[in-house]
């Protein structure tokens, strides 16, 4: 499931950290294992990014 910002965009650092908490919050209420590498590649083939989710003491 992929979902696009359209006039959501995230404009800030702070919006960025807001909007991954929320979703790591989700995937894990939903039952989701979020902890370890993450590769998303865009539609357009242009950029690739790796997230590494640790879960802190």
Known sequence: MSTDPGDDAITSASEFEAAVGDLLA???????????????????????WEVMVYKLE
């Open 26 to 48: 989700a995937a894990v209420r939903n039952g989701v294992d979020v902890r370890g590498s993450w590769v998303y590649n865009t539609d357009d083939g242009e950029d690739s």
